[in-house]
């Protein structure tokens, strides 16, 4: 049967930076789907925001290994098992090349590489307690079109950390497969978010051209890969990167 190819209802997600921007996006489209979605955030206000939509919001600060290993505590104090792990959470920074410091590579490769990695692996014995061949986890990295192609920013450690997470979703789901854990990547491009928010301000217009669809992503484009990557419609894809972005990196 195919009427519950893209059904998303009773798994258990966990979406880390799920307060704001695509984490949101992701998170509250799996929750309207049926899914119970737990999230990470450091904002009370966005956290109490999410907990009076139906979210299990959890405070949390990912960028320190011991961060994210406490974090799997909580989730593991919440839920005997893990469906669906969504590392999202992540930093940028940019500044000119003469200028850019090295605080600026130490904060971004923690939380976009060490941190994705780090909560994978403590919470492997949640994502492989009721896996199956038939029925595998998922763990979805955020990558970033930044990965994939350069950037007009001076982004360095961005750029290079997103390239690194495709490369560890690579890894990760050769190792995890005889697990049955799937590892992806999703790519996206420019999305409404507060990382993209001074680019759009200044850029919005450039930016949504430099599309050879014309126009920014919106919620359903990120919900749709999410929700095909959770689903049985995606049980037998693992170690792909998809980029979500109007075709940006791939066309131009």
């Keep these: ?108 490769l923690k939380l976009n590489v060490q941190t994705p990695f780090v909560l994978t692996q403590t919470l492997l014995p949640l994502l492989t307690g009721t896996a199956t061949a038939e029925n595998p986890s998922r763990v979805i990295m955020i990558g970033s079109v930044d990965g994939i192609r350069v950037p007009r920013t001076a982004s360095y450690s961005y750029s290079s950390s997103k390239a690194a997470v495709h490369q560890l ?24 978010s507060k990382m993209m928010a001074p680019i759009l301000a200044e850029l919005g217009e450039e930016v949504a051209a430099a599309s050879p669809l014309g126009r920014i992503g919106r919620a359903d484009d990120m919900i749709g890969t999410v929700v095909y990557l959770a689903s049985r419609a995606g049980c037998y894809l693992t170690g792909t990167v998809i980029p979500v972005d109007g075709g940006i990196a791939t066309t131009l």
């Excluded at 299990?56 to 919440?78: F, H, I, K, W, Y």
């Excluded at 979703?169 to 409404?192: K, M, Q, S, Y």
Aim: no cysteine; proline share 5%.
């Design 169 to 192: 979703t690579r890894h990760l789901a050769r190792d995890l497969g005889p697990r049955h854990v799937t590892v992806n990547a999703i790519a996206p491009g420019p999305f409404e």
């Design 1 to 108: 049967m195919t009427s519950d190819l893209f059904d998303v209802s009773g798994k258990t997600v966990l979406v880390t930076g799920g307060t704001s921007g695509i984490g949101a996006m992701i998170a509250h489209g799996l929750h309207d789907r049926g899914a119970r979605v737990l999230i990470t955030g450091r904002n009370d206000d966005a956290l109490a925001e999410a907990r009076a939509a139906g979210l299990t919001a959890l405070q949390a600060n990912l960028s320190t290994p011991e961060g994210a290993r406490t974090l799997a505590q909580q989730v593991a104090s919440e839920t005997d098992t893990l469906d669906v792990l969504v590392n999202n959470a992540g930093a940028t920074w940019g500044a000119p090349l003469e200028e850019f410091p090295d605080s600026a590579w130490d904060r971004v």
